[in-house]
């Protein structure tokens, strides 16, 4: 008896241990899959179709097909960009990224997983109805590369939870908008990955200018971290 104290003392802490841990969730699994995702599109830039080549100020975009949606991968080279103006961006995401598209306001609807959980209202053009996007913000910063991105991801639950907010508009997705940034002498690279579905019909000409926004969207990004200005495109 005298050996067997010790052994149920440390089975029963064990138990109120696993008991008052909490559970890991699905996020790490999400962004780890997402993640994945923006490496292998990266990694194939050079094989899809190339819309955008300018050696002189290092910006590039081509584009390919996920989950039936266009997907465009863009990169640009932005001297004089610095960790600090990238953290102020992103520390005031949604007032920012509300800038730099005039059709989109973004708000903070709360954590999920200690992920910051974002409505993106978007209002098209007349007649087309309004969208509402679910989406979760992942962030990673080291020594190599300053991360942040978005998806709509594993938000099920929480556009249940968020029906009232959402009311009658379309339901539309970002499949991925994920943005990198690679420190070299002078500046960062910009990498971007960019896929959405706004469900239901959409306009060939708009269509075409989100495109067109996808593929300049890092430079769009660093121009207005460097100046505050918004490239017109």
């Known amino acids: 008896m005298i050996y067997n104290v010790p052994i149920t003392?440390?089975?029963?802490?064990?138990?109120?241990?696993?008991?008052?841990?909490?559970?890991?969730?699905?996020?790490?699994?999400?962004?780890?899959?997402?993640?994945?995702?923006?490496e292998k599109h990266i990694a194939a830039f050079d094989s899809y179709t190339q819309v955008v080549n300018d050696p002189a100020t290092g910006h590039t975009a081509a584009y390919t097909v996920e989950e039936g949606l266009r997907l465009t991968v863009a990169k640009y080279r932005a001297f004089g960009l610095t960790l600090e103006k990238i953290?102020?961006?992103?520390?005031?995401?949604?007032?920012?990224?509300?800038?730099?598209?005039?059709?989109n306001t973004m708000s903070n609807?709360?954590?999920?997983?200690?992920?910051?959980?974002?409505?993106i209202l978007s209002k098209p053009p007349f007649?087309?109805?309004?969208?509402?996007?679910?989406?979760?913000?992942?962030?990673?910063?080291?020594?190599?590369?300053?991360?942040?991105?978005?998806?709509?991801?594993?938000?099920?639950?929480?556009?249940?939870e968020n029906a009232k907010l959402i009311g009658k508009n379309v339901l539309a997705r970002t499949i991925?908008?994920?943005?990198?940034?690679?420190?070299?002498?002078?500046?960062?690279?910009?990498?971007?990955?960019?896929?959405?579905?706004?469900?239901?019909?959409?306009?060939?000409?708009?269509?075409?200018?989100k495109a067109d926004k996808d593929a300049s969207y890092p430079l769009t990004i660093a121009n207005f971290m460097l100046?505050?200005?918004v490239c017109p495109i």
């Open 87 to 103: 953290k102020a961006f992103y520390g005031n995401y949604c007032e920012n990224t509300g800038k730099l598209n005039e059709l």
């Open 9 to 38: 003392v440390l089975l029963l802490s064990l138990l109120l241990f696993t008991m008052a841990s909490p559970s890991t969730g699905i996020r790490p699994g999400i962004e780890a899959q997402l993640n994945e995702l923006a």
């Open 176 to 209: 991925i908008n994920f943005e990198r940034y690679i420190p070299f002498e002078g500046g960062y690279d910009i990498v971007t990955v960019v896929c959405t579905d706004p469900a239901g019909s959409i306009p060939d000409f708009l269509k075409k200018k």
């Open 109 to 119: 609807i709360g954590e999920d997983e200690g992920h910051n959980v974002f409505h």
């Open 227 to 229: 100046t505050g200005a």
């Open 127 to 160: 007649p087309l109805s309004k969208r509402s996007t679910i989406a979760v913000q992942y962030m990673r910063n080291d020594d190599e590369s300053f991360n942040a991105m978005i998806s709509s991801k594993g938000t099920e639950a929480l556009v249940k």
